[in-house]
Nanobody, 122 residues
Framework: VQLQASGGGLAEPGGALRLSCAAS????????ISWFRQAPGKEREWVST??????VTYYTDSVKGRFTISRDSHTAYLQMNSLKPEDTAIYYC??????????????????WGQGTLVTVSS
């Protein structure tokens, strides 16, 4: 299953964007999907996860209450509201079957989307 991330762009502070992570060659049903991001000059960091099955969601503290992760069989989404300049980054989606304690570990994911750039600036 290959992933294709899209939806990035330029938004003003306080604005919104919705990222998509589309699957090809299969469905996302049996996989946990996570979003990571890499800001300029920084290491990639975990942002959010939605588990397969019960679809339980998790968020890093800096995006709680602003970002919402969701999914269907073929696409995962990251709705980003109340954007801040510090949200500027390349956003990547990833699929895997990590244990709950490993969802932030990049090494446990099987495949990644190519990344989509989000720029928050006035």
């Amino acid at each position: 299953v290959q992933l294709q991330a899209s939806g990035g762009g330029l938004a003003e502070p306080g604005g919104a964007l919705r990222l998509s992570c589309a699957a090809s060659g299969g469905t996302l049903d049996s996989y946990t999907i996570s979003w990571f991001r890499q800001a300029p000059g920084k290491e990639r960091e975990w942002v959010s996860t939605i588990r397969h099955g019960a679809k339980v969601t998790y968020y890093t503290d800096s995006v709680k209450g602003r970002f919402t992760i969701s999914r269907d069989s073929h696409t995962a989404y990251l709705q980003m509201n109340s954007l801040k300049p510090e949200d500027t980054a390349i956003y990547y989606c990833a699929r895997g079957r990590p244990a709950l304690g490993s969802i932030t570990d990049e090494q446990v994911y099987y495949s990644w989307g190519q990344g989509t750039l989000v720029t928050v600036s006035s």
